[in-house]
């Protein structure tokens, strides 16, 4: 069974699971007695630690091991707004971080402090001069991912590095998509990362802190990791992560080349085979392995059950996917289509055979799914002369209110409007993207009784 969700969680590579079960039986014991069980133990780690901070280009006594990348955030974040409180309490993030960022920065702002959300375009990059305007004299901290984990997007580090170390202001950068890909651009202030994104276990995260960066580890005193992490360390997993991160590294230059070559493939084929798709991301500027496009008139939910059926894991960032009931924040941000999203992100080994069978079955998949919930078939208007209508779509979830749209917009005369009634927040991102998707014009939002009322003028 294709297994195409590695942004999700790798498989865990076979020098990962080698280099665990050599660990088991040597480093068992506490790093820090001086006995030779305690000794070879702490050879171990030292070991672990300078091949992974080799491989993320800073000195090993910059680097922790920290028991997850969500926890390497949250310890990179709360210690450097402490270690220069002085300066203030300004953070800035980019619109489309990881919701690890995002809840520290909720957190930061519910605890007295402020932070500011850099959008991102519609490819779902941060400009540069943008972040850079973002920065103020009370700007304790700014953080930036290396590249998206819901569409693959690379982020200008570089630029927004040097502007962060003209203003003073340390960087701290989020590289758990790409850094099992390449080396984090010069320039960062504190790095964080998680092994099981690159084929490590789960379990263990990177917080790598430059030396000079004014940085207070909050939590109760610990004599482990630089009291930046508290608790016994996990040797045999902390191995077995770097063991992994330096081979992955190893096969990357030819194993980027090979995955990029089929999602290449992937974003070129499916707007070909799947009617009314968007792809979404940086076509150029982005990880070698994922791809992200979302599918008119479908269920996100039922999509992936169906996927999962013809033996295919996928991911999506859809409303109808999530306990919320809203889409992905990255989505949002970037505002383009959210209904029917999949995420494809291939794992390393992946076949062109596998590929080439997702190819075939996906438009069956998408089309069945269209027809249980009743899409219009033909996008084509007919001749029609009332002015306007109003479309009830009040209780109704993502996508039935933009199926009800386009069942009807043929009704209207071409300038004529159709306004939708909707309380479903994926409604406020799939309408417009509909509208963009069949050159139709957006009105725009307003106020009603219940939801929200869109207005859509028909132009064809």
């Keep these: 069974m294709p297994y195409f969700d590695a942004a999700s969680s790798a498989p865990l590579h076979p020098v990962a699971r ?80 990881h919701s690890s960022v995002l809840h520290a920065a909720a957190t930061h702002e519910a605890r007295g402090g402020t932070f500011t959300e850099v959008p991102v375009d519609r ?5 540069a001069a943008a972040y850079g305007q973002a920065l103020r004299e009370d700007t304790a901290l700014a953080c930036l991912q290396s590249a998206n984990h819901e569409v693959g997007t690379e982020q200008p580090v570089a630029e927004v590095a040097e502007l962060c170390r003209a203003a003073g202001i340390p960087l701290l950068v989020d590289a758990a998509q790409s850094l099992g890909w390449g080396p984090v651009p010069a320039g960062w202030s504190l790095l964080a990362a998680s092994a099981h994104k690159w084929g490590g276990p789960s379990g263990v995260g990177l917080l790598a802190v ?15 990791e630089s009291g930046r992490a508290a608790g016994f360390e996990n040797i045999p997993a902390i191995v077995a992560a770097a063991a992994s991160l330096r081979a992955v590294r190893a096969e ?49 939910e039922t999509l992936l059950h169906e996927l999962d059926r013809a033996e295919f894991s996928v991911s999506s ?30 794992p390393a080994g992946t076949t062109a055979e596998d590929v080439d069978r997702f190819l075939r079955v996906l438009p ?12 219009p078939v033909s996008a084509a208007p007919s001749p029609a002369a009332t002015a ?21 917009i ?15 927040e994926a409604a406020r991102l799939d309408i417009p993207a509909w509208c963009a998707m069949r050159e139709q014009e957006y009105v725009g939002e307003e106020p009603a009784d219940r939801g929200s009322a869109y207005v859509v003028r028909r132009l064809s």
């Design 123 to 127: 490819a779902g990059a941060v400009s």
């Design 410 to 424: 043929g009704e209207v005369p071409v300038g004529g409007t159709v306004t939708v009634l909707s309380d479903d």
């Design 252 to 300: 990357a230059a030819a194993e980027s080349v090979r995955l990029r070559a089929l999602v290449d493939l992937i974003r070129a084929r499916v707007p070909e085979l799947v009617p009314d798709v968007e792809v979404v991301g940086d076509p150029v500027r982005r990880l070698p392995h994922l791809v992200t496009f979302s599918c008119l008139y479908v269920d996100g």
């Design 18 to 97: 080698q280099a665990l079960l050599a660990a088991l039986d040597e480093g068992w014991a506490d790093p820090a007695r001086l006995y030779r069980e305690g000794r070879r133990a702490q050879l171990l780690l030292d070991a672990a630690r300078e091949a992974a901070a080799e491989a993320v280009r800073c000195r090993p006594d910059e680097l922790t091991f920290t028991s997850s990348g969500t926890r390497a955030v949250h310890s990179a974040i709360f210690g450097a707004l402490a270690g220069r409180r002085r300066v203030g309490r300004h953070l800035v993030v980019s619109a489309v971080e």
């Design 210 to 224: 430059r030396k000079g960066v004014r940085f207070a580890p909050q939590g109760p005193a610990d004599e482990r």
């Design 317 to 346: 960032g859809s409303s109808c996917t999530s306990s919320t009931l809203t889409p992905s924040h990255v989505l949002r941000a970037m505002g383009v289509l959210s209904e029917g999203n999949v995420r494809v992100s291939l």
């Design 364 to 375: 069956g998949v998408v089309a069945e799914v269209r027809e249980r919930l009743g899409a």
């Design 388 to 408: 306007s209508l109003v479309v009830d779509a009040l209780g109704k979830r993502c996508p039935i209110p933009v199926i009800e749209l386009a069942k009807v």
